[in-house]
């Protein structure tokens, strides 16, 4: 199948200078995906493993102290390869919302807290195509109400929106220009249960209508088993493990995996799930060998030596992991 975004051996690192000692932090360090038309592809893991750098590494959205050190980036803009990082900043800033569109954490930050929604809007239409003002507003309206959203939020004000309507608002900006590629970070997070239904509804309708791709980053398993097709573990600034998702859930195969699964609560079961232990390792100076190796079980010498590279073991199931190796 035809990729739509291809990231290869992405290494994306934090370079601070503090008081003239230089610190690196390897927050995404050898990373290869391909993401695939029409699906929701689920990126997962502890906090601070890197999901978020992740997604700003497939955004070339490089701002200072973040630096891609190494690796290739294509997106498949209408059937042509396209590599990213020697495309000039104006060119990127232009796929923006048309074909890539980014929803970062805490949905405030796409929405100006000093306009109405409406004039946010015509913000982003205006700086895509030419109509006029009038255009946009029937757009706007349009959208929302394909999306099922009232129109009344378009002359509100982002503080006089609940959370749950306002991730919502957000989505719908980020997506009347019916992008290709949706990144999405932590949308359902700090959302009341029923709010974070309502967003996950939201993004599987836009999904399904235009039959795009959506990036979904969240540290909960629970979201990724509801709602993405695909997904890749994060772990200490590498993926583990990637699969369908099903597949994932159903034969677990990194013990990383294995954790993260069993902390899941199960409905009906009253028992105080188990986290996971150690702590996460530094990602300045993470551990040799494989970066679990210190919180794993079943640990061998060659686990604190060699670093497992990640593996197709069954048809689309990938894993970094000796003891898959036989
Ligand atoms: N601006 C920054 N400067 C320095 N280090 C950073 C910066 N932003 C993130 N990091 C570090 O990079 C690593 C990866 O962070 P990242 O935010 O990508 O993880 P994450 O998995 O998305 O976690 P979270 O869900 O908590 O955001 C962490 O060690 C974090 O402390």
Redesign the pocket.
């Known amino acids: 199948m035809e990729t739509l975004i291809s990231g290869k051996n992405l290494k994306a690192y934090?370079v601070?200078d503090l008081w003239g000692s230089k610190k690196v932090?390897k927050?995404?360090d050898n990373v290869s995906l391909d993401i695939l038309p029409n699906e929701i592809y689920g990126i997962a893991?502890?906090?601070?493993?890197?999901?978020?750098?992740?997604?700003?590494a497939l955004l070339a959205l490089l701002d200072p102290?973040?630096r891609l050190m190494d690796g290739e980036l294509l997106y498949n803009i209408e059937g042509r390869p396209t590599n990213v990082t020697l495309l000039k900043s104006e060119t990127i800033r232009k796929l923006r919302w048309s074909f890539i569109s980014y929803i970062p954490?805490g949905s405030m930050h796409v929405l100006n807290p000093v306009k109405r929604v409406r004039d946010t809007f015509i913000e982003i239409l205006s700086s895509h195509v030419k109509k006029q003002t009038k255009e946009f507003l029937d757009l706007a309206v349009q959208h929302l109400k394909d999306l099922g959203l009232p129109e009344r939020v378009l002359n509100m004000f982002p503080h006089q929106l609940s959370g749950g309507m306002r991730q919502r608002v957000t989505i719908a900006l980020a997506t009347v220009l019916k992008p290709r590629v949706i990144f999405a970070?932590?949308p359902t997070t700090a959302l009341d249960v029923v709010a974070q239904r309502a967003v996950m509804q939201l993004i599987r309708k836009i999904q399904n209508d235009l039959k795009n791709t959506v990036v979904l980053?969240t540290?909960d398993m629970g979201v990724h088993a509801q709602i993405t097709t695909r997904m890749a573990i994060?772990y200490a600034?590498k993926i583990v493990e990637e699969g369908p998702t099903l597949e994932i859930f159903k034969n677990p195969l990194h013990p990383y995996t294995r954790y993260l699964i069993q902390s899941l609560p199960a409905i009906g079961d009253k028992k105080l799930r188990s986290g996971i232990p150690g702590s996460p390792p530094?990602?300045v100076a993470p551990p040799p060998g494989c970066r679990f190796h210190p919180r794993c079980p079943h640990a061998s010498q060659r686990c604190r030596e060699e670093e497992p590279l990640l593996k197709e073991i069954k048809p689309g199931h990938k894993v970094a992991c000796f003891l898959m190796e036989g």
């Open positions: 934090y601070l932090v927050a995404v893991g502890e906090s601070g493993c890197g999901k978020s750098t992740l997604l700003k102290p973040l954490q970070d932590e980053v540290h994060m600034g530094s990602l």
